[in-house]
């Protein structure tokens, strides 16, 4: 059972650069006891712009990989309820009243996954491998933690029982083709190296197979056509983090290789 003495809520959010997004998520958390962001030395306004909101505290930290700031970030928190927020989430009224109800009256779950609503641009994304999407949102500090073996895509190790909230959290995923390659980019990238400090080797079949069956998967089996221009471009992006992951680990061999003594 879960001890509810403290139903406050701890708002976290790692930033890096978003100053385009910061006023309207921060706007809409009146109900947070405390909000914090941790941000990795941003060099737009994004500081500028939380620190004019006077429940907002501001940590700069240097970013290691996902699953390190977001771990420091619950280090940071006064109360035991956290709520993660991406910069480029948004609560609906009604989740909004789901997540403070839930905290003030639970009293058997640890964590909540939230489904999401994915927005391509201003445009609901339907399909393209998105449709059950479930993530971690809402959760007892006592009682749950990032797990350290990845570097992107985090886990939350969950002590205790673990439910869903009915309503969707709202997903900015996609601003503009050149944002959304760069996240995908940098991703595949920290895949890579979770990869390669668990010593798997590069492999030319995987690195070719792999993204075009991701591709293929989303695009036609998980209905990605039917989203259109817009499935076409998500799906292509994903499937190119991927190939991102088997090029970049077969450079970190490389280069160790090249580093390693001669025999």
Same mark, same amino acid.
């Given at each position: 059972?879960?001890?509810?003495?403290?139903?406050?809520?701890?708002?976290?959010? $790692?930033?890096?650069?978003?100053?385009?997004?910061?006023?309207?998520? @921060?706007?809409?958390?009146? !109900?947070?006891?405390?909000?914090?962001?941790?941000? +990795?030395?941003?060099?737009?306004?994004?500081?500028?712009?939380?620190?004019?909101?006077?429940? =907002?505290?501001?940590?700069?930290?240097?970013?290691?990989?996902?699953?390190?700031?977001?771990?420091?970030?619950?280090?940071?928190?006064?109360?035991?309820? $956290?709520?993660?927020?991406?910069?480029?989430?948004?609560?609906?009224?009604?989740?909004?009243?789901? &997540? &403070?109800?839930?905290?003030?009256?639970?009293? #058997?779950?640890?964590?909540?996954?939230?489904?999401? #609503?994915?927005?391509?641009?201003?445009? =609901? @994304?339907?399909? +393209?491998?998105?449709?059950?999407?479930?993530?971690?949102?809402?959760?007892?500090?006592?009682?749950?933690?990032?797990?350290?073996?990845?570097?992107?895509?985090?886990?939350?190790?969950?002590?205790?029982?673990?439910?869903?909230?009915?309503?969707?959290? &709202?997903?900015?995923?996609?601003?503009?083709?050149?944002?959304?390659?760069?996240?995908? $980019?940098?991703?595949?990238?920290?895949?890579?190296?979770?990869?390669? @400090?668990?010593?798997?080797?590069?492999?030319?079949?995987?690195?070719?197979?792999?993204?075009?069956?991701?591709?293929?998967?989303?695009?036609?089996?998980?209905?990605? !056509?039917?989203?259109?221009?817009?499935?076409? $471009?998500?799906?292509?992006?994903?499937?190119?983090?991927?190939?991102?992951?088997?090029?970049?680990?077969?450079?970190?061999?490389?280069?160790?290789?090249?580093?390693?003594?001669?025999?």
């Amino acid at each position: 059972m879960i001890n509810n003495h403290n139903t406050n809520i701890s708002v976290l959010i $790692i930033t890096l650069n978003e100053e385009n997004q910061m006023k309207s998520l @921060l706007d809409d958390l009146d !109900f947070a006891d405390e909000i914090i962001v941790v941000d +990795s030395f941003s060099t737009d306004k994004t500081e500028a712009i939380c620190k004019s909101f006077d429940k =907002v505290t501001f940590v700069q930290n240097t970013f290691e990989n996902y699953s390190s700031q977001r771990n420091f970030a619950i280090s940071k928190a006064k109360n035991d309820w $956290i709520l993660f927020l991406d910069a480029d989430e948004r609560l609906t009224p009604a989740l909004k009243n789901e &997540i &403070i109800s839930t905290v003030n009256t639970n009293q #058997t779950y640890s964590a909540f996954l939230f489904y999401r #609503t994915f927005m391509f641009k201003d445009q =609901v @994304l339907y399909f +393209s491998g998105n449709q059950n999407d479930k993530i971690f949102r809402l959760f007892n500090k006592n009682h749950a933690a990032y797990t350290k073996e990845r570097l992107v895509h985090e886990k939350l190790k969950v002590s205790g029982k673990i439910g869903l909230l009915k309503n969707k959290l &709202i997903h900015y995923s996609y601003s503009n083709f050149q944002a959304y390659k760069s996240k995908t $980019i940098s991703y595949g990238k920290f895949k890579a190296q979770e990869k390669f @400090l668990k010593r798997q080797k590069p492999s030319i079949i995987l690195h070719f197979l792999h993204p075009a069956y991701n591709f293929l998967f989303n695009y036609i089996v998980r209905l990605g !056509f039917l989203d259109g221009k817009k499935g076409l $471009i998500i799906c292509y992006l994903n499937a190119n983090s991927i190939h991102i992951r088997y090029q970049e680990l077969e450079q970190l061999w490389n280069t160790e290789g090249s580093l390693s003594p001669k025999q």
